[in-house]
């Protein structure tokens, strides 16, 4: 069972019809809304207005939390051009606890100048929020980069100069999920995340976009302090349901083109056993016989984008609080995260300048040699 896991930020949608934070009111402490559906969506603003305010518009109780991010990703995915001043229109109607400043990702090719570029222009952008809303907890997004020296500048800029108690970082997923010079790239991703929460303290760390139940853990491993997620729904969106014990696995018949992995015999038993053993799942059975789990799970869960997402709602809120992955790359990757929490900034420098010139097996040794004294 692993132990104060990260604060978990449910990502959702404005308009919808599944609404975790009332099917689960003791486990949402924090909701995560997007300033592109306001910016996107005709005559939204004017309804939200008509409701009284977001938080009477989503139906939120005032124990609950609520970020704004400001669509970066999304912004930059569709190639728009949205300035700064309409994202602080946005902010200035919008009522919530924590802001998002708008941020252009970094992205794996872009060269030392394009990469300085989009960074200068990130810390102008936070600079005119918190001018423009000094009342208001705007957090800054740092972003993966090959440099280090750009952590060391950033955290600097947001804390040293600007004071900021929490910083957001983007871009830790992709690298996670690389298939080409896959551990590299991995390690590459956990120690930059690591080298960040040394610089600016792991309590005062978001991490941007997390995908799933066994990420969220390699976070826990690595005891950052928060991280947002609408995985729930859009994995429900492709038939798949997220598994308790890490992983995901498709349960419908619609043709898919990635992650083709369906859920086999052995899986829906261990699934069936899980719930036949507890008292909180989130679906109403008559009994809680085996062959009752499995007809229902059939019938009403996989077959029903709903129910999907309400399932994997409920596994991103519990069980990937409470336990970590139990076998495959993910396993790996959270022994190898404990391991990566252990070391220093200047150990961390070490293996970045010579990771390329190494073999991948003699530097997981040495990631988990008694050689690394612990921080």
Partial sequence: MLKDPPVIVIGDILLSNIRPWKIFPDTTTDVMISSYELLTKRGILAKIRARGGIRSFLELDDKIKLWLDSGGYQIMRKGLNISIK????????????????????????????????????????????????????????IHFSPNLDDYNFLVNTYIEEYGCEKIAFGGFVPPLLSVKGTKKARIKGILSLQYVALLAGRENIHVMGVGSATTISILHALRIGSADSASW???????????????????????????????????????????????????????????????????????????????????????????????????????????????????????????????????????????????
């Fill in 86 to 141: 309409r994202i602080a229109r946005i902010y200035e109607e919008i009522d919530a606890d924590f802001y998002i400043s708008l941020d252009y990702p970094t992205l794996p090719g872009d060269s030392p100048r394009v990469r300085e570029k989009k960074m200068r222009r990130n810390i102008k952008n936070f600079e005119f929020l918190i001018n423009r809303f000094p009342d208001k907890t705007i957090i800054p997004v």
């Fill in 233 to 375: 729904r859009v994995k429900a969106a492709y038939g798949k349901i997220i598994l308790p014990w890490g992983g995901e696995r498709h349960v419908t018949n619609r043709k898919v083109n990635f992650g083709k992995k369906k859920l086999n015999r052995e899986e829906l038993n261990r699934l069936i056993d899980i719930i036949s053993g507890i008292d909180h799942f989130p679906f109403s059975l008559p009994s809680y016989s085996k062959q009752n789990i499995e007809e229902f799970l059939n019938t009403n869960v996989f077959s029903r984008f709903e129910n999907r997402a309400i399932f994997n709602a409920w596994v991103i809120l519990h069980w990937a609080k409470i336990m970590p992955p139990k076998t495959g790359s993910f396993r790996s990757l959270y022994s190898l995260a404990l391991q990566i929490r252990k070391i220093s900034l200047e150990d961390i420098r070490n293996i970045w300048n010579n990771i390329d010139n190494v073999k991948q097996k003699d530097l997981l040794d040495y990631l988990s040699s008694n050689e690394i004294r612990g921080n």
